[in-house]
């Protein structure tokens, strides 16, 4: 099995007619086609230069060659589309839209977080498939955070976990979650801040609780990291 690839880049785009974003790698004389998710292809490196590829070998019977090669740029988003080929009706065309719409941490974070909205911002992904992929594979990216999350600590994973966290609702956590880590905030400065911000949401009902919108999580959130500093 073709498990990563090394060698000269000869070409990456997208098709204008597919849409399929896909690359030319040359090795050893022999030069390897590979479709992968499109956002990859601004961390490639230019033409002509030497790239490295981590790769799965799909085999595809409705293909005239029978096969298909997809590369990834890091073995945790190799990893995650496996997983997500292993949810009910996800095939390789929908894994690849899933990780061009979200980055790895996104997708595992939104499915941990039992939040299927946030992967109907992927092609061809509509709430009722979302919820599949949420129902097939949250135990299992919750067993496999640290793994797929190299930057997530052993403290972070726990308290994004937590029946606490899930105090507040769901879409609201993941949401404030990805503005706070795009301000710099590590994973773990994240889960602890959203943890105690969780604890003064009200509990007296489902409705108090769904008042309580993401800008105010995260203005709160902000101001409780604000005074940690």
Known sequence: ????????????????????????????GVGFGCQLPARALAYLNELGAEQ??????IFKPDRPDG???????????RELFMLLMGASGVGPKSALALLNALTVSQLVEAVV????KVLTAAKGVGLKAAQKIV???????K???????????????????QSALAGLPSAVAT?????LEALGYSASEVAQ???????????????????????????ESLRWLARQA
């Open 143 to 161: 067993a496999r955070q640290t793994l797929l999350m190299p930057g997530l600590t052993a403290e972070a994973s726990d308290a994004l976990n």
């Open 113 to 116: 977080a039992d939040a299927p």
């Open 52 to 57: 490295i590829l981590y790769t799965q070998l």
């Open 1 to 28: 099995m073709i498990k990563t690839l090394r060698g000269t880049l000869m070409y990456k785009g997208v098709d204008p007619v597919s849409g399929e974003a896909s690359v030319l790698l040359e090795t050893g």
């Open 193 to 219: 801040a959203l943890r105690a911000v969780s604890q003064a949401v009200p509990v007296s009902g489902a409705d108090d609780r769904e008042a309580f919108s993401a800008e105010a999580v995260l203005r």
């Open 135 to 141: 129902l097939d594979l949250r135990e299992k990216l």
């Open 67 to 77: 096969m298909m090669l997809v590369g990834f740029t890091s073995s945790a988003e």
């Open 175 to 179: 949401e404030a979650s990805s503005v």
